[in-house]
């Protein structure tokens, strides 16, 4: 993104409360994007979320549903954020600079819980895909590394032994869309490819590292087509299924092993670990895809209800509409 876009989209960050953490999303980051009427969508982390939203309610009073502050201020944003949510707030419809902006706010304990754990796998999910860093004090763009290799091999767990690249990045994007109540009847239905074809590169470079890493270790083999497009080849062994899944984020292997089984063994630094038992790369890939599918859709589910309590009647219409409408538009 150039230095004068990049400039006018960090506009928000100087009328809002210091954060320590901010980044873009979402459609406005797809190079082709030319609709001016969609919002810019901003995940901001602050290290406390009631203390920051009473700062930012004497700032941005407007910002707000006018019922959660009649009716609570900073500590019913929160308790609803936590409570019925999955730990974010989000205020959208907010104008600034002459453009509509979507931001979610949440604690930087919980974002880091969920980028390293898929704890909720809410943030995390919308991190696996390209987002654009505006703030990062805590440098939160290493820690997301973690999530990114475990998005590779979860997505490599899925696909069949030979897939392209951008079949890859087709399979990372929709983890965390499997599950979400929204793609059945309020998500465009070509999302999904929409996203990887809009922001190819960005995938590439995002996950480059960790394809050249699964090089290294024979999992994987590229080839280059006749149309320039990367074919893929995957050993789909048990040694290598099990290699997949010992990236995977502890609590998906913890729920796994109690389904699948576990063993003890001695990792390269000789401590002692967990090791899923898993009989196929079949078994494994489908006891995952219901977990995180399951966690996708509980958190969804929680999120959809406290952004329906906190927008406010008309904004929660309006952003229902016209998530509808696009959803409408991809059908017909």
Known sequence: MVGEDKAELGGLLEILPPVEFCCIYGSKLHPNNKDETSMTDYIIG?????QWHSENLKLNKDHYASCLIRLGGARMITDIANDIGVG????PFVSCNNKMVKYGVVRMHDLIQDILGWERFYLSGRL????NILMDNLDIKNVNSVNLKAATSAALLLLPSKFTEEDLYAKICSLSYTGDLRMLFAEDKNKVNKIVQGQFHLFEEMYKPFL???????LLRFSLAGDKQVNILQD???SAASTLVSSLPSSIRSEMAMKLGDKRILDDSGRVRQQVVIGSKEQAAECMKRLVRRKV?????RQAVAGLLTAGAVHGVRYVANKMHKAWKSWV
Do not use: I, W
Request: glycine letters at 4%.
């Open 297 to 301: 859709m509980f958190s969804s589910t």
């Open 46 to 50: 602050v290290s406390d979320p009631r």
């Open 88 to 91: 974010v707030h989000f205020n």
């Open 212 to 218: 050249e890493e699964y090089e290294a270790k024979n």
């Open 236 to 238: 789909c062994g048990l």
């Open 128 to 131: 696996q895909k390209p987002v």
